[in-house]
Every structure is written in structure tokens, then in C-alpha cells.
């Protein structure tokens, strides 16, 4: 994006706190710092359950749809840990009761423990593997910050508390590979994290009856994007990337 409109033209750590003018624009933006711009078509990317924290003017939100308004979107308690292991013993293949079985780095858990675990480089050709775990629920809400100085709070170098835990839970579906691990490790904690306040969206009871599809709906000259604007990818990266594409194709066909 920098390269095709400049640096001078994408402006971070901004945050919207209220949009004034008519339903269908312009519209005036503020934000947080006290600080003002103005826009005819305005795209609306934020996390979605953060658009109830933003000050519409009633004249705009009155039009919004009726299941728009309700906003009955939750976000999902889920952080990553990422760890660095010498080899890719969980890889191997084992004897079990007698029986060869190929294992891997996929593993599930209980809601209290550690949720699930994948493979975070299966292409890559070297001996040393990631095991990734997607960790949620009260771990997920409680995750510690990053070691300081290794990036921000929320991103960065993983506590050693939360790397400890993990550690003895995996010696239990793979004996011995705590002894593997390089000391390498990073957490993605968006829970805690100011700007995103939860990760990816997590329909709740009557989520899908009352309110799905209207999430990706037009209103006024505001258009919706992100991850939880796409029916059929919502939660993941390619949902953000097609809502996006989409909000673009429909403001270049409204001009």
C-alpha cells in the first residue's frame, strides 16, 4: 500500500472514536487524539465487534439495518504461542500397542488446557520444527505479556510461565521433546491487545438466525470489510483479503 499511495498518505495509531454527518455522507471523522479528517465513501475495517465503540451520528445510524444495529457479533478469546523445537520428533513414527503410527503436530485438548497444536513450517527443509498452539478460553484471556524490550506487550517474545506450561503438556503427547525445545518463543495475544480487544469473530446463540450476512452490508456510503465480512472465510486472513477487494469493487462501481 505505501509503495502505490505513499508513506505520507497512511497514517497508524489512530484510533476512530466518532463519525457526524448524513447516512449517505459526507462524513466527518474524529479521533482519539482530537485530531479530524472528512471523506465521501468511508470503509469501515476495524474489528467488528469494535464498531459498537464508535459515536455514529444518529442520523447515520438510524439507517443502519435493524439487524446491523443489534451488533451481535462476540470476539474469540484466542491467542498463539509459538515454539522452536531442535528436531521434529513429533513427527516421527512410533510403535503404539504394537502398531506403527505416524504422528504429527496436530493435537487437541479440553477447553482448559491447551486447545490445539499444528505444524507452523511443515515446508520448511530444515531438522528444526514450530509447533504452533492456538490457545483460548481462560488461557487465551490470560495469556502474559511479552518479555519486554522483544516487540509490544501483545507481540513478542512468549512469558516464560506460559512456555513452561505448555512445555509440560507437550512431554505428554510427545515424552521427552521439552528437552528439544531452543529457548525460542513467541505469543500473539490479541485479547489484551488495545487495538483489537479479542480475535477473530465468534458467532454466539442467534448470531446466525438474526444477524449473519448483515455484517457485509452497505450502508449509506460506509462500506464493511475485514475478516468477519465474509460469509464463507470469516475468521481467516482470506476473508479479510476478499471483504476487502469487495469493498473496493463496489465503490469503484458506485462512483
Known amino acids: 500500500m505505501a509503495g502505490q499511495f505513499g508513506h505520507a498518505r497512511i497514517l497508524t495509531g489512530k484510533k ?8 449517505a455522507g459526507p462524513y466527518q471523522l474524529t479521533f482519539e487524539d482530537g485530531s479530524t479528517d472528512s471523506c465521501e465513501k468511508l470503509v469501515l475495517a476495524v474489528p467488528y465487534h469494535l464498531i459498537r465503540k464508535i459515536d455514529f451520528d444518529p442520523r447515520i445510524w438510524s439507517g443502519f439495518s435493524s439487524a446491523k ?14 515454539l522452536e523445537f531442535s528436531s521434529r520428533s513429533y513427527a516421527r513414527t512410533r510403535t503404539i500397542n504394537g502398531r506403527d503410527v505416524e504422528m504429527s503436530a496436530v493435537t487437541y485438548s479440553g477447553p482448559d488446557s491447551y486447545i490445539s497444536t499444528w505444524e507452523g513450517d511443515v515446508k520448511n527443509p530444515g531438522e528444526k520444527g514450530i509447533i504452533l498452539n492456538d490457545i483460548g478460553g481462560c488461557r ?6 511479552a518479555v519486554p524490550g522483544s516487540g509490544t506487550p501483545y507481540h513478542g517474545v512468549a512469558h516464560p510461565a506460559d512456555v513452561q506450561r505448555l512445555l509440560g503438556e507437550f512431554d505428554k503427547i510427545w515424552p521427552g521433546i521439552s528437552s528439544e525445545y531452543r529457548g525460542k518463543a513467541l ?12 480475535a477473530f469473530i465468534s458467532p454466539v446463540v442467534g448470531t446466525m438466525t438474526s444477524f449473519w450476512g448483515a455484517q457485509l452490508e452497505t450502508e449509506g456510503n460506509i462500506f464493511l470489510a475485514g475478516e468477519a465480512c465474509d460469509t464463507e472465510y470469516w475468521s481467516y486472513m482470506n476473508g479479510a483479503i476478499a471483504s476487502g477487494e469487495r469493498a473496493a469493487r463496489d465503490i469503484a462501481q458506485s462512483v
Open 16 to 23: 476512530l472514536v466518532a463519525v457526524t454527518g448524513d447516512y
Open 69 to 82: 444495529q443489534l451488533l451481535n457479533m462476540q470476539p474469540a478469546d484466542n491467542g498463539k504461542l509459538q
Open 140 to 145: 487465551g484471556e490470560n495469556l502474559g505479556d
Open 187 to 198: 505469543v500473539s495475544n490479541w485479547w489484551q491487545n488495545p487495538w483489537s480487544q479479542g
